[in-house]
Nanobody, 127 residues
Framework: QVQLVESGGGLAQPGGSLTLSCAASGFMLSHYAMSWYRQAPGKERELVAE????????NYADSVKGRFTVSRDNAKNALYLRMSSLKPEDTGLYYC????????????????????WGQGTQVTVSS
């Protein structure tokens, strides 16, 4: 069955960096768009980054553009999110998620098109 396991979260200072990882299993990772989204206490879920199955297209929320980089290594069944210039408002629980559509070139910035996610990894940005 589909399994996604996020890791790499922790405490970072404002301006610092963290890299999140997502280990995927149970499906052909290379044929699905993947995304990262986050949820902060009292706020709605926010899609922050997406990447096509083939890896040739990425897209970001305005709130993280220029600071976050999503990448993938299909051979290792892994997804990554490099976060830099972190801000306190980046604090939240971060999840990786799998798109519904079997198409290595498909992409979508709609959270409702992602139907599997892991348990999340906590990112806290504070001095």
């Amino acid at each position: 069955q589909v399994q996604l396991v996020e890791s790499g979260g922790g405490l970072a200072q404002p301006g610092g960096s963290l890299t999140l990882s997502c280990a995927a299993s149970g499906f052909m990772l290379s044929h699905y768009a993947m995304s990262w989204y986050r949820q902060a206490p009292g706020k709605e879920r926010e899609l922050v980054a997406e990447i096509t199955g083939a890896g040739g297209f990425t897209n970001y929320a305005d709130s993280v553009k220029g600071r976050f980089t999503v990448s993938r290594d299909n051979a290792k069944n892994a997804l990554y999110l490099r976060m830099s210039s972190l801000k306190p408002e980046d604090t939240g629980l971060y999840y990786c998620a799998k798109n519904r559509r079997f198409d290595k070139y498909y992409h979508s910035f709609r959270l409702d098109e992602y139907h599997y996610w892991g348990q999340g990894t906590q990112v806290t940005v504070s001095s």
